[in-house]
Protein backbone atom coordinates (compact mmCIF):
# COMPACT_ATOMS: atom_id res chain seq x y z
CA UNK A 1 0.00 0.00 0.00
CA UNK A 2 1.35 3.42 -1.12
CA UNK A 3 1.13 6.32 1.45
CA UNK A 4 -0.72 9.57 1.24
CA UNK A 5 1.13 12.42 1.00
CA UNK A 6 -0.01 15.59 2.48
CA UNK A 7 1.42 19.11 1.68
CA UNK A 8 0.64 22.83 2.56
CA UNK A 9 1.73 23.00 5.92
CA UNK A 10 4.26 26.11 6.81
CA UNK A 11 4.83 29.01 9.54
CA UNK A 12 2.16 31.92 9.26
CA UNK A 13 1.14 34.48 11.84
CA UNK A 14 -2.28 34.45 13.83
CA UNK A 15 -5.33 35.50 11.95
CA UNK A 16 -4.01 33.81 8.27
CA UNK A 17 -4.85 30.97 6.55
CA UNK A 18 -3.29 27.78 4.90
CA UNK A 19 -4.67 25.18 2.99
CA UNK A 20 -3.59 21.45 3.22
CA UNK A 21 -3.96 18.90 0.95
CA UNK A 22 -3.56 15.16 1.07
CA UNK A 23 -3.30 13.04 -2.25
CA UNK A 24 -4.14 8.75 -2.44
CA UNK A 25 -3.09 6.42 -5.26
CA UNK A 26 -5.66 3.81 -5.63
CA UNK A 27 -8.38 2.92 -7.87
CA UNK A 28 -11.72 3.39 -5.00
CA UNK A 29 -10.55 6.82 -3.35
CA UNK A 30 -14.01 7.60 -3.46
CA UNK A 31 -15.39 5.26 -1.06
CA UNK A 32 -13.26 5.81 1.30
CA UNK A 33 -13.76 7.46 4.57
CA UNK A 34 -10.95 10.31 5.36
CA UNK A 35 -9.91 12.41 8.04
CA UNK A 36 -7.77 15.33 8.94
CA UNK A 37 -5.76 14.70 12.42
CA UNK A 38 -3.21 16.91 14.41
CA UNK A 39 -0.45 16.02 16.91
CA UNK A 40 1.63 18.10 19.25
CA UNK A 41 4.60 16.95 20.92
CA UNK A 42 3.59 15.00 24.26
CA UNK A 43 -0.05 15.08 23.01
CA UNK A 44 -2.49 12.16 21.95
CA UNK A 45 -3.27 12.35 18.36
CA UNK A 46 -6.62 14.20 17.89
CA UNK A 47 -9.21 14.09 15.09
CA UNK A 48 -9.33 17.31 13.68
CA UNK A 49 -12.02 16.25 11.01
CA UNK A 50 -13.64 13.32 8.73
CA UNK A 51 -15.56 12.95 5.75
CA UNK A 52 -17.42 10.23 4.76
CA UNK A 53 -17.71 8.92 1.50
CA UNK A 54 -21.36 9.88 0.92
CA UNK A 55 -19.88 13.67 2.65
CA UNK A 56 -21.23 13.62 5.89
CA UNK A 57 -18.58 15.80 7.53
CA UNK A 58 -17.66 16.01 11.37
CA UNK A 59 -15.51 19.08 12.79
CA UNK A 60 -13.87 18.76 16.38
CA UNK A 61 -15.59 21.52 18.63
CA UNK A 62 -12.18 23.70 18.49
CA UNK A 63 -12.31 24.47 15.02
CA UNK A 64 -15.58 24.32 13.71
CA UNK A 65 -16.38 28.13 11.89
CA UNK A 66 -12.43 28.28 10.88
CA UNK A 67 -11.61 24.69 9.12
CA UNK A 68 -13.37 23.53 6.23
CA UNK A 69 -12.63 20.07 4.71
CA UNK A 70 -13.53 18.99 0.94
CA UNK A 71 -12.68 16.24 -1.23
CA UNK A 72 -11.50 16.08 -5.19
CA UNK A 73 -12.75 11.98 -5.74
CA UNK A 74 -11.47 13.13 -9.34
CA UNK A 75 -7.74 13.87 -7.94
CA UNK A 76 -7.64 11.38 -5.30
CA UNK A 77 -7.49 14.05 -3.02
CA UNK A 78 -8.56 15.65 0.44
CA UNK A 79 -8.06 19.59 1.35
CA UNK A 80 -8.36 21.22 4.77
CA UNK A 81 -8.86 25.13 4.32
CA UNK A 82 -7.58 26.58 8.11
CA UNK A 83 -8.89 30.15 8.74
CA UNK A 84 -8.30 32.49 11.21
CA UNK A 85 -5.25 30.16 12.79
CA UNK A 86 -4.62 30.18 16.19
CA UNK A 87 -1.09 29.55 17.79
CA UNK A 88 -2.97 26.27 19.59
CA UNK A 89 -3.43 24.75 16.07
CA UNK A 90 0.24 24.36 15.73
CA UNK A 91 0.77 21.00 15.40
CA UNK A 92 1.91 18.18 12.48
CA UNK A 93 -1.36 17.47 10.81
CA UNK A 94 -1.89 13.33 9.28
CA UNK A 95 -4.52 12.34 6.72
CA UNK A 96 -6.03 9.15 7.10
CA UNK A 97 -8.09 7.09 4.63
CA UNK A 98 -9.79 4.15 5.56
CA UNK A 99 -12.04 1.39 3.72
CA UNK A 100 -12.31 -1.35 6.45
CA UNK A 101 -14.38 -3.68 4.25
CA UNK A 102 -11.55 -3.05 2.12
CA UNK A 103 -8.89 -3.76 4.17
CA UNK A 104 -7.55 -0.11 4.20
CA UNK A 105 -6.40 2.25 7.11
CA UNK A 106 -3.54 4.64 5.42
CA UNK A 107 -1.68 7.42 7.03
CA UNK A 108 0.57 10.09 5.80
CA UNK A 109 3.78 11.46 7.06
CA UNK A 110 2.39 14.75 8.43
CA UNK A 111 3.39 18.22 7.27
CA UNK A 112 4.15 20.93 9.78
CA UNK A 113 1.97 23.99 10.87
CA UNK A 114 3.37 26.11 12.98
CA UNK A 115 1.53 29.78 13.73
CA UNK A 116 3.23 31.99 16.12
CA UNK A 117 4.34 35.63 15.97
Known amino acids: QVLPVESGGGLVQPGESLRLSCTAS????????LAWYRQVPGKERELVVS???????NYADSVKGRFTISRDNAKNTVYLQMNSLKPADTAVYYC???????????WGQGTQVTVAS
Open 96 to 106: RSQNIRAGLDV
Open 26 to 33: GSDFANNW
Open 51 to 57: ISSLGFI
